[in-house]
């Protein structure tokens, strides 16, 4: 007897669509199922969306298209029974729902750890030498009061909040520009109370994950308590309440504030230029990290059509989600 065929359908966002991948790669997520790979350069509205992702048992998509999908919208997707996201972190997505729903969520893993690191580093030290401010005042951009005197690293104290794979990760590098690390991490053996590491730093790197609509980590409170001056945030901007590293700065309590993302409550006219950073979630955007995240993504998919029609076929998984 011949065996019976299930087909899934998949909905793949990415800003180029089919054009993300090689032929290789496209023929791989095609290869027993009904793909639409469709090209999302921007951010969409949520109506949008669900009109689009609605009929899909698969759904296949960079942050860049929605920054979040919370519960309305999820329930408006009653066919869904995989999301794989190009994300390490799911902190964006109702979990929950998934769970209740048995949807399964698939995302990609350590694939711009170093890039991340590089590019927090790039940050702390745009912040201590003020090289954005240097670069503005050669092209005549920079008004003559804005001081391009900075401060060195070396010996002074980090805070770093999250001790993962990002946080293990850069301590060393950290370390060897001859700062000295502190660590805040309740999964680390290693780690301090927050409240005591926020007492004797001169800088915070905040490298921890976020959960699905967790509180942020540093707020009014804690800005208030640190001795730190500096804060790099090249993780979640959710893990920083924004408007309290405005008061702050505006307050003389914190000289500089680097943030892997963008916000607009950043942009407040008071602010003296330089004293924000912000580099638009581009910690992940290189050569190397870019061809590593594209081919676990498209073992995620594949992984994640397997799943979906061995569930339809009542048989057992064939390939392991983790």
């Not at 293990?168 to 680390?188: K, M, R, T, Y």
């Not at 730093?201 to 640190?226: F, N, W």
Request: proline letters at 5%.
């Amino acid at each position: 007897m011949t065996e019976d065929i299930f087909m899934t359908t998949t909905l793949l966002l990415s800003a180029l669509g089919g054009e993300t991948f090689s032929h290789e790669q496209r023929q791989l997520i095609s290869r027993d199922a009904s793909t639409v790979f469709h090209a999302q350069p921007e951010p969409m509205s949520e109506d949008a969306f669900i009109d689009l992702a609605r009929p899909h048992q698969i759904v296949a998509l960079t942050r860049r298209p929605m920054k979040y999908l919370r519960r309305p919208v999820l329930e408006q997707l009653p066919n869904l029974r995989a999301l794989v996201v190009h994300t390490t972190g799911t902190h964006w997505i109702d979990t929950e729902f998934l769970k209740e729903r048995r949807v399964a969520l698939l995302s990609i893993s350590d694939y711009a750890t170093t890039t991340v690191v590089e590019q927090t580093l790039a940050c702390l030290l745009t912040l201590s030498r003020r090289t954005h401010l240097s670069h503005d005042r050669a092209r005549g951009l920079l008004p003559e009061h804005v001081s391009l005197r900075g401060f060195e690293l070396k010996g002074k104290t980090v805070g770093l909040i999250g001790y993962g794979r990002i946080g293990q990760a850069l301590a060393p590098v950290l370390s060897g520009l001859g700062l000295n690390v502190i660590v805040h991490d309740p999964e680390a053996s290693i780690s301090v109370p927050l409240n005591d590491l926020l007492r004797s730093i001169d800088i915070i790197v905040m490298a921890a994950s976020q959960d699905y609509d967790r509180p942020p980590i540093i707020g009014k409170a804690e800005l208030e308590a640190t001795s730190a001056t500096h804060l790099v945030n090249a993780s979640c901007d959710e893990l920083v309440d924004h408007h309290a590293v405005v008061d702050a700065i505006l307050a003389g309590k914190l000289g500089g504030y680097a943030l892997d993302e963008y916000d607009e409550v950043l942009t407040d006219p008071r602010l003296e230029p330089g004293r924000v950073l912000q580099t638009m979630h581009t910690g992940w955007y290189a050569d190397e990290a870019m061809d590593r995240g594209r081919a676990q993504w498209v073992e995620r998919i594949v992984c994640a059509q397997d799943i979906v029609s061995d569930r339809s076929s009542g048989r057992h998984p064939r390939r392991n989600a983790a």
